[in-house]
């Protein structure tokens, strides 16, 4: 309970105290018009309040993705609350105030034009192709998913596809939802609906919270436990956890969820609130299932402690999806009839409405590269309809293997933004808008990019999906993260001093 506790007041203290350090090294200036007032078109740039912008950003960028990753992390141990608390204070926050503060300072641009528009003209067309891969996967992942999970409580119509039956007339349902949350102006479904998701999300993890603590607060999981490795397969800490638990510390699909309401935001003192506050929600949320998931299975009759529990568990339920196994235990157990409710809503609310989002982030950043204007139906119809073809015909394609794929892209997405966000900070060190004292504010951004740059490389050489190195040559696999990051720092440094000279 101590450690939990803990945590929790330090990503407290982290908005607080970090966030607010966050907002004035970027140099936030009040006066500003913002997008949303000089671009207002009633599609993509409408002014909404604050508080509903930031349940929307929320519910965006959480989806499943603070839950599922978080379980999958207490697997490694309690070293997962550090990652969780740390990870969101000094990476996630800054990569989430910066990637949407930096859309809303460049007029409402996406992802790829921020970090092309940093990091150069062949970063942006790799970032364009990065994140559009990113988001109609994982669209097409949150189609499937829900979907099946439908079947299973409403059956109907379904078609054989590689030996099973696919849902495909719930496919199809999720499917129209998704065209009409791509094309409809945003504050007619996401803005008026996703308030309310966001706020049962919430309203969920609060529960277990509060159950878990009042009931089970000699179970928790401790950090005294010991911070070694309990992953059964042997996989290592560094950097497995570092990319298990995505959305709970950091993920770079936040910035491409990010722009979608920079374009709504009215002045840029909401920016450390809808931004850095929606990534220490998602923190929060992240902590307690991790340490749901750590304390639930825990029985001392059978000599079963905290995470061992847990691992028994899995070990019963081997080749299902344990986090959504977890998820729905956890919460019938705990908090009754309203929490299966909240199960079934969480395991197939929450991935739909982050996978209409990430489509509409697609529609963006194409709109964006291609300088169409979507104020026009017919236009947005032109985006959105090769966008949707994409999708669906994804839905036919067996790519179980690609997906694994998916959290490595996601972070590398992260640091190429954190990246873009060491460049622009360090570019506009002496703006009369910024306080002088803070011109080595690049450095929130540079240190978690360099960071994430070890992880991400590290991760593609060491991990099974990767080139799997063997576990008496992952030092290899270290040694050639290191150096590349390494080489990385060294191409800013150099950068920075021809630009410091110029």
């Known amino acids: 309970m101590i450690t939990f506790l803990v945590a929790l007041v330090v990503l407290i203290l982290g908005f607080v105290l970090y966030g607010t350090f966050v907002e004035k090294v970027f140099g936030i200036d009040p006066k500003a018009e913002t997008p949303a007032i000089t671009k207002n078109d009633g599609v993509d740039f409408v002014p909404m309040s604050g508080w509903r912008i930031f349940l929307v950003q929320f519910l965006n960028i959480a989806g ?19 990652w969780i608390v740390f990870g969101t204070i000094f990476a996630g926050g800054v990569h989430d105030y910066l990637s949407g503060m930096l859309s809303l300072r460049k007029g409402g641009v996406s992802l790829p034009e921020i970090v092309g528009g940093e990091l150069g ?82 309203f969920m993890g609060i529960g277990i919270a509060v159950v878990m603590l009042a009931k089970h607060g000699s179970a928790m999981p401790e950090l005294t436990d010991g911070l070694y490795n309990r992953k059964a397969d042997g996989l290592p800490i560094f950097p497995m956890m570092f990319v298990s638990i995505a959305c709970g510390a950091i993920s770079g699909f936040h910035g491409t969820q990010s722009p979608i309401m920079s374009r709504c935001l009215t002045n840029e003192r909401q920016g450390r609130w809808i931004f850095y506050g929606a990534m220490v929600a998602e923190g929060i949320l992240a902590l307690i299932w991790a340490a749901a998931a750590g304390t639930f299975f825990a029985d001392p009759e059978q000599g079963l402690y905290g995470i061992d529990g847990l691992q028994a568990f899995a070990a019963q339920h081997q080749g299902e999806n344990i986090a959504a196994l977890v998820v729905d235990v956890v919460s019938r157990s705990w908090l009754g009839t309203i929490g299966g409710i909240l199960a079934i809503i969480g395991v197939i609310a929450a991935p739909i409405t982050s996978g209409d989002t990430a489509l509409r982030s697609a529609r963006l950043i194409v709109a964006d590269f291609l300088h169409i204007d979507q104020k026009p139906k017919i236009k947005r119809l032109a985006i959105a309809l090769p966008l949707f073809a994409c999708v669906f015909g994804m839905v036919f394609v067996n790519f179980d293997i690609v997906w694994r794929y998916f959290s490595w892209t996601n972070q590398t997405l992260a640091m190429f933004t954190l990246w873009a966000g060491a460049v622009w900070l360090y570019r506009n060190q002496k703006s009369e808008i910024r306080n002088q004292k803070y011109s080595f504010g690049y ?24 080139f799997r190195l063997p576990e008496q040559y992952r030092w290899i696999g270290y040694a050639i993260a290191g150096v590349i990051t390494l080489a990385c720092l060294c191409a800013f440094t150099f950068w920075a001093k021809n630009y410091k000279a110029k």
């Open 64 to 82: 499943l993705g603070p839950i599922f990753g978080a379980i999958m992390g207490i697997f490694f141990g309690p070293a997962a609350f550090l």
């Open 121 to 202: 003209s062949g970063i942006r067309v790799f970032m364009r192709m990065l994140s559009l891969v990113l988001l109609l996967l994982l669209t097409t992942t949150f189609l499937s998913g829900p979907a099946t999970l439908l079947q299973g409580l409403a059956p109907l119509g379904t078609m054989p596809f590689h030996g099973r039956a696919l849902p495909i007339a719930w496919v199809l349902i999720i499917f129209a939802y998704y065209a009409l949350a791509t094309v409809l102006p945003v504050d007619k479904l996401i803005g008026r609906f996703y308030p309310i998701f966001g706020g049962m999300l919430l």
């Open 443 to 466: 450095l929130i951004a540079l240190i978690p990019a360099l960071f994430m740059t070890m992880v991400s490389t590290s991760y593609i050489l060491i991990a099974p999906e990767g």
